[in-house]
C-alpha cells in the first residue's frame, strides 16, 4: 500500500513538472494591447527592441508581456530572416495553371533535385556546364516562383588555361546578366579534376539566391 501511495505521489510531481510554468501576474499596465503587441510582433515583423523604441517603454517589458501573452518568439535565424527582408518574402509562388507551367515546374525541381546544392542550408544553389540547362532553371525561378533575375549572383569555375573574361563574356551574354553579379572568379590549374574540365570550354556556372525560405520550400517539394 505504502508503494502503490509513493508511486502516485511520484506521478503527481513528474505531471506537475511537465505543466507549462505560468507567467506571474502582472504588477505594471500593458505597454499595449494583446492584440496591438501580436500585430507589431508576428504581422509587421518588428523586434523587441523596435516594439520598445515604438512603445517609448523597456525591452525587458516588452520580452515580460510577449511571454505573459504566450506569443512565440522568432529563432535567431527567423529574425534575422525577417530583418533582412523587412518587405516580407521576396518571392511569390505562382501555382502552375498551363500545361506548360506544370512542366516548366516538375523540370526545375528535378534540376534542383539533380544538379542543385542541398546541403547550402540558406540558400538556392545550382551548378552547371550547359547554359541551356542553366537558363531553364533561372526560368524557373522567375515564373514559377517571381524571382528577380537581377537578384541572384553567380559564381565561376574555369580551368587555367582559359580565359576568365572570355568565359565572363559567354556567361553574360547567354544568361543576359551582367559581371556585377558574379563573385570572383575561381580559377583551377588545369588537369586538376581529370577529364571534366573538356566538358566547357566555358567553365562551371553557378547560380545562387540567398533566400533560406525559397531553399527550404524547394526542399520540401524534393522527394529526399
Known amino acids: 500500500m505504502l508503494i502503490w501511495q509513493r508511486g502516485k505521489r511520484e506521478r503527481k510531481t513528474v505531471v506537475r513538472s511537465l505543466r507549462p510554468k505560468k507567467v506571474p501576474r502582472p504588477r505594471t499596465k500593458a505597454p499595449c494591447s494583446e492584440a496591438d503587441l501580436r500585430r507589431l510582433y508576428l504581422m509587421e515583423g518588428l523586434s523587441m527592441k523596435d516594439i520598445a523604441v515604438r512603445l517609448k517603454c523597456s525591452l525587458h517589458k516588452v520580452s515580460y508581456w510577449m511571454e505573459y501573452y ?5 529563432s535567431i535565424s527567423e529574425a534575422i530572416y525577417v530583418r533582412s527582408n523587412p518587405g516580407g518574402d521576396p518571392f511569390v509562388f ?3 495553371k498551363t500545361i506548360d507551367e506544370a512542366k ?10 539533380g ?7 540558406n540558400t538556392v544553389r545550382l551548378g552547371n556546364t550547359d547554359p541551356k540547362l542553366i537558363l531553364k532553371f533561372i526560368e524557373f525561378l522567375e515564373r ?3 524571382v528577380r533575375r537581377a ?10 588555361d582559359m580565359s576568365p573574361a572570355t ?3 559567354f556567361w553574360c ?4 546578366i551582367t559581371r556585377r553579379q558574379f563573385y570572383k572568379v575561381t580559377v583551377t590549374r588545369s588537369g586538376s579534376i581529370g577529364t571534366y574540365r573538356k566538358k566547357s570550354r566555358y567553365g562551371v556556372l553557378t547560380v545562387y539566391y540567398h533566400n533560406k525560405k525559397l531553399r527550404d520550400r524547394l526542399i520540401g517539394e524534393v522527394p529526399m
Open 94 to 96: 505562382h501555382s502552375p
Open 173 to 176: 551574354k547567354n544568361l543576359t
Open 115 to 121: 544538379e542543385g546544392t542541398k546541403a547550402d542550408k
Open 144 to 146: 514559377i516562383f517571381g
Open 70 to 74: 504566450t506569443i512565440p518568439k522568432r
Open 151 to 160: 537578384d541572384m549572383r553567380f559564381g565561376l569555375q574555369v580551368f587555367s
Open 167 to 169: 568565359a565572363l563574356d
Open 104 to 113: 516548366l515546374f516538375g523540370l526545375g525541381l528535378g534540376l534542383y533535385w
